[in-house]
T-cell receptor, first 118, second 113 residues
Framework: DAGVIQSPRHEVTEMGQEVTLRCKPI?????LFWYRQTMMRGLELLIY????????DSGMPEDRFSAKMPNASFSTLKIQPSEPRDSAVYFCASTSAGWVSPSGNTIYFGEGSWLTVV | KQEVTQIPAALSVPEGENLVLNCSFTDSAIYNLQWFRQDPGKGLTSLLL?????REQTSGRLNASLDKSSGRSTLYIAASQPGDSATYLC????????????FGKGTTLSVSS
């Protein structure tokens, strides 16, 4: 399997522009997560989908951020308008665990999208 | 609110040393605890997963322990090698709302040859 695939790997954009990050989870996984990583705050969970339905978006910082999962094989994270403080690495991850899974299946991460807003 | 803390933030050791990385969490109501490795510019790779009912897990030179009652976990690395140099993160999967994994900020390990 190719693993979790994210695009773009790197993006530099100007403040105010729209940014769209994309993710293809591992085939067969029914849970998808978007995380943001910064030096100051570490890894923060932004939003979590189960069976394509957003379950918990309490980590989304503000209305400028939105995420969609139109089907089981694709998700987007959009920032509009972007600001310099959005500069971070955005990770997508997937697992076959359910909403609450005592088995705690292994979670697989993509290699991240490195976003710089200038 | 669950908080995960990792100490130390950075660690440098010579090759061959045995070492311990520490992780603590504030709420013992967890489903499991996982240890991950992150190489520079890369994503995270799962190393070990300990269910809440377990005390430890082993994989090769790695051994992770879990003490839920005290809110602590340790990752033991035996006979460290330069290839072990990376950032190690622990994460807890919390219950009730099932809001996925809550991460510590990691320990950056450097093993010199």
């Amino acid at each position: 399997d190719a693993g979790v695939i994210q695009s773009p790997r790197h993006e530099v954009t100007e403040m105010g522009q729209e940014v769209t990050l994309r993710c293809k989870p591992i085939s067969g996984h029914n849970s998808l997560f978007w995380y943001r990583q910064t030096m100051m705050r570490g890894l923060e969970l932004l939003i979590y989908f189960n069976n394509n339905v957003p379950i918990d978006d309490s980590g989304m910082p503000e209305d400028r951020f939105s995420a969609k999962m139109p089907n089981a094989s694709f998700s987007t994270l959009k920032i509009q308008p972007s600001e310099p403080r959005d500069s971070a690495v955005y990770f997508c991850a997937s697992t076959s665990a359910g909403w609450v899974s005592p088995s705690g299946n292994t979670i697989y991460f993509g290699e991240g999208s490195w976003l710089t807003v200038v | 609110k669950q908080e995960v803390t990792q100490i130390p933030a950075a660690l440098s050791v010579p090759e061959g040393e045995n070492l311990v990385l520490n992780c603590s969490f504030t709420d013992s109501a967890i489903y499991n605890l996982q240890w991950f490795r992150q190489d520079p510019g890369k994503g995270l790779t799962s190393l070990l997963l300990i269910q809440s009912s377990q005390r430890e897990q082993t994989s090769g030179r790695l051994n992770a322990s879990l003490d839920k009652s005290s809110g602590r976990s340790t990752l033991y690395i035996a006979a460290s090698q330069p290839g072990d140099s990376a950032t190690y993160l622990c994460a807890v999967m919390i219950g009730q709302a099932g809001t996925a994994l809550i991460f510590g900020k990691g320990t950056t390990l450097s093993v010199s040859s």
